[in-house]
DNA sequence: CCTTAGACCTGGAGGC
DNA sequence: TGCCTCCAGGTCTAAG
């Protein structure tokens, strides 16, 4: 589901819900949610922690807490949303329920839950430590695609031997962080390239095109609140409307650019929309 | 080091 | 209505 823009948007929502609260009790029921200890230690550790700061790395949210860092990764279909208790308790146990696999008690009496269809989401706890962005979870993580400390000529020189179409490059979270299917197809057709360009065939000015590209798509996106497609959402219901700014992907007929047909087809094992014709592959 | 299947999960949409 | 196949905004692993 949610690519960099939409993750800032789902950390806004929640930060001013859950900013000093304490978590009163933990209660989560998918064993493999909990991807470094076990649900117990987790249920345990969180309790009567209170949320301190908050953070995004890529799709990556951190959650700082008083003695742990709480790292959550929503994959494709994690959602959170907090509710009073009289809302929670009229959920239906089958239709609203049976997907929510984390439930937070908080001690202003609401509860934050986690609900996610199809179980690829994952949460990581660790003792809290100086630099949260030191994590072992962030060993392979590069720099974010908003950093400002991000330049064109890192992507550059991190990207000589790749073979990989240039798609994969930028889905790849190593190299740039919180990219996805939707936001990859936008970038790479404002910058004029195409998605099978070999990576490595890309000179500096490539890469200034696609982060200035990747900057602009992205800070625009936050500003409508991120993408939704599908099932993406924010603080329960909310849906964003940057879809109605999407230039290329999920597009059928004519590139608005240069009025020839658009393309679908799968490049790298994923769904890419893009214009030979005006995308250029190198 | 790099690349590519396959796996992990569930539900909605469309074809028959 | 039911069954089948394909599809989905992500990432890890195993193997070449």
New binding site residues.
């Given amino acids: ?3 960099a ?2 993750v800032f948007c789902v950390l806004q929502d929640l930060k001013p819900r859950l900013e000093g609260r304490q978590i009163q009790k933990v209660s989560i029921t998918h064993p ?1 949610l909990t991807a470094n200890l076990p649900c117990e230690q987790f249920e345990a550790d969180l309790t009567g922690q209170h949320f301190r700061d908050f953070h995004r790395l ?3 949210m951190v959650f700082e807490l008083d003695d742990f860092d709480l790292v959550v ?1 929503m ?3 994690g959602k959170f949303f907090v509710l009073d208790r009289q809302a929670f308790e009229a959920l239906d146990p089958i239709k609203d329920r ?2 929510i696999h984390a439930i937070f008690l908080l001690d202003d009496g609401r509860i934050l839950c986690y609900r996610d ?4 989401g994952r949460m990581h706890l660790y003792k809290k430590q100086e630099d949260w962005r030191a994590l072992p ?1 962030f060993d ?1 993580i590069g720099k974010d695609a908003l950093d400002p400390l991000l330049c064109a000529k890192e992507l550059y020189e ?1 990207t ?6 240039l798609k ?2 930028l ?3 190593s190299v740039i962080a919180g ?4 936001y990859a197809d936008e970038i790479l057709y404002a910058a004029h390239l195409s998605p099978k360009t070999i ?2 065939h890309l000179d500096l000015d490539d890469w200034q095109r696609i982060l200035d590209a990747t900057r602009a798509i992205l800070n625009e996106s936050i500003s409508c609140k ?7 959402s924010y603080g329960g219901s909310h849906a ?1 409307s940057y ?1 109605d700014q999407l230039k290329i992907h999920g597009k059928e007929g004519r590139c608005e650019r240069c009025e020839n047909e658009i393309v679908h087809e799968t490049v ?4 890419t929309w893009y214009c030979p014709s005006c995308q250029k592959e190198k």
């Fill in positions: 589901m949610p690519e823009p939409e493999k890529g799709k990556y990764h994959r494709m279909e049976k997907h269809t199809r179980k690829f979870v392979k991190k000589r031997r790749r073979k990989a179409p994969n490059v889905l790849d979270q990219i996805g299917n939707i990576a490595s991120g993408t939704t497609i599908r099932t993406f964003g879809q790298g094992q994923r769904s």
